[in-house]
């Protein structure tokens, strides 16, 4: 878990509150997501970030907010949350395309509850 | 289009069994095909990846069985173990706006018994 750090681990949140999770990576790679993953669900792709501009945004409500300042680090702003909001919320990388090992590897997530 | 359809939704084997997986896509333009492997409180860990070209791919005990024209794969897991109880998932890759876009199956819980 050396490749992808995410902190906090574990976060409890009202709906009033604001706080950021942060994801960093040390792999030197050039692209850095957001997934939100729910009990029984898919992984739900939230933000791509590529060389540090934002490539997509999966029609994320707004009282989430990404900030990627480089390559190597990323941040999600949570604000005015919502309880159907709490999930694992993991962090990944990737290369370049066409490099051997051209896929994502994922942090430890956050676990967020919201109250 | 999107989606990648994954079956069963648990399984459970007797160790030394050999489960396997199924997954079922069906944009052609995916081009990249990796399983994940996520242990409970941990995130999801590159298992073994396999490309269209290829119809078989096998890594230790891991091996992704790859049909292009049927456009499924699955993960066959050999002489399982209760170290490989966790939660799989496939992925199917393809390149959007420079970076990977990776689509998910939902994921299936093995169960190894000792």
């Known amino acids: 878990e050396t490749g992808v750090t995410q902190t906090p681990r574990h976060l409890v949140m009202g709906m009033t509150n604001k706080k950021s999770l942060k994801c960093e990576q040390h792999l030197g790679h050039n692209a850095m997501y957001w997934y939100k993953q729910s009990a029984k669900k898919p992984l739900e792709l939230m933000f791509v970030?590529?060389?540090?501009?934002?490539?997509e945004n999966n029609s994320v409500p707004s009282r989430f907010s990404p900030e990627c300042p480089n390559s190597s680090h990323l941040f999600l702003h949570l604000h005015t949350l919502q309880p159907e909001d709490s999930a694992l919320y993991l962090c990944?990388?990737?290369?370049?395309?066409?490099?051997?090992?051209?896929?994502?590897?994922f942090g430890p997530g956050t676990r967020l509850t919201v109250l | 289009q999107q989606q990648v359809k994954q079956s069963p939704q648990s399984l459970i084997v007797q160790k030394g069994g050999i489960p396997i997986i199924n997954c079922a896509y069906e944009n052609t333009a995916f081009d990249y095909f990796p399983w994940y492997q996520q242990f409970p409180g941990k995130g999801p860990a590159l298992l073994i990846a396999i490309r269209p070209d290829v119809s078989e791919k096998k890594e230790g005990r891991f091996t992704i069985s790859f049909n292009k024209s049927a456009k499924q794969f699955s993960l066959h897991i050999m002489d399982s173990q209760p170290g490989d109880s966790a939660t799989y998932f496939c992925a199917a890759s393809v390149t959007q706006g420079g970076s990977e876009k990776l689509v998910f199956g939902k994921g299936t819980k093995l169960t190894v018994n000792p």
């Open positions: 990944a990388s990737s290369p370049l395309r066409g490099a051997n090992t051209d896929t994502q590897y």
């Open positions: 970030y590529n060389f540090k501009e934002q490539t």
